[in-house]
């Protein structure tokens, strides 16, 4: 079955340290991915995407994250994190043999502590 | 996002009510999403909708229903609500395109008593 891991429920980061907000999937075929953010009591915001090209893409909020196809991994990366960081972090697949639909990620709570 | 709104923001019900949650768009998207979010469960998808003409059941529609009144409104009911689906809902949408990023509006908090 397509699935998508975010092994970590909960990451903690000081302020001004670098962040990493893991991702793994499992899907057949050439995945688009994604990474959104909820923020307490708002909907998801779109971060950024991979589609294809290069395997680090940049995004919102001074967010990156690298496609790792030998380890089928999307992780999100910031070098240095702020207290705003702090929210609810999705990742998400989609297959194109699925309709276009997305395979989310149960969703990583990031804390940055200042 | 802005551009999708979702009413009510918060709705409180007993058990068997029939409620409508609705869902409007302002992008000219064509494809229209909605999902509920569990604590630890991510979004699951319930129902979408390519066009107006088009819907298709997600991973857990029953229990539900959903009417494409047009372009840029989707509603879901509940047509007998139960405790269990007492969740954070959302609709979504999304244009043909590279990617199709999906847009979501700010959730609705339902609580079934």
């Known amino acids: 079955a397509q699935s998508v891991a975010q092994p970590e429920d909960q990451v903690n980061v000081a302020e001004g340290n670098p962040l990493t907000v893991k991702c793994t999937y499992s899907?057949?075929?050439?995945?688009?991915l994604f990474w959104y953010v909820q923020y307490p009591n708002r909907g998801l915001q779109f971060l950024l995407k991979?589609?294809?090209?290069d395997n680090l893409v940049k995004g919102s909020y001074g967010f990156e994250a690298e496609f790792n196809k030998s380890q089928t991994s999307f992780h999100l990366k910031k070098p240095s994190a702020l207290v705003s960081d702090s929210a609810l972090y999705f990742c998400?697949?989609?297959?194109?043999?699925?309709?276009?639909?997305?395979?989310w990620g149960a969703g990583t709570k990031l804390i940055i502590k200042p | 996002d802005a551009d999708v709104t979702q009413t009510p923001r918060n709705r409180i019900t007993k058990t068997g009510k029939r409620i409508m949650l609705e869902c409007s768009q302002t992008?000219?998207?064509?494809?229209m999403y909605w999902y509920r979010q569990d604590p630890g469960l991510g979004l699951r998808l319930i129902y979408y909708?390519?066009?107006?003409?088009?819907?298709n059941k997600g991973e857990i529609s029953d229990g539900y229903s959903v009417s494409r009144q047009a372009q840029a409104k989707f509603s879901l009911s509940l047509e007998s609500a139960i405790p269990n689906q007492t969740a954070l809902y959302f609709c979504?949408?999304?244009?043909?395109?590279?990617?199709?990023?999906?847009?979501f509006g700010p959730g609705t908090r339902l609580l079934v008593l």
């Open positions: 979504a949408t999304s244009d043909v395109g590279q990617g199709e990023t999906q847009y």
């Open positions: 992008k000219g998207h064509d494809r």
């Open positions: 909708s390519f066009d107006v003409k088009d819907i």
């Open positions: 899907v057949s075929g050439n995945p688009y």
């Open positions: 991979y589609i294809t090209g």
């Open positions: 998400a697949v989609r297959v194109l043999d699925s309709n276009y639909q997305l395979i």
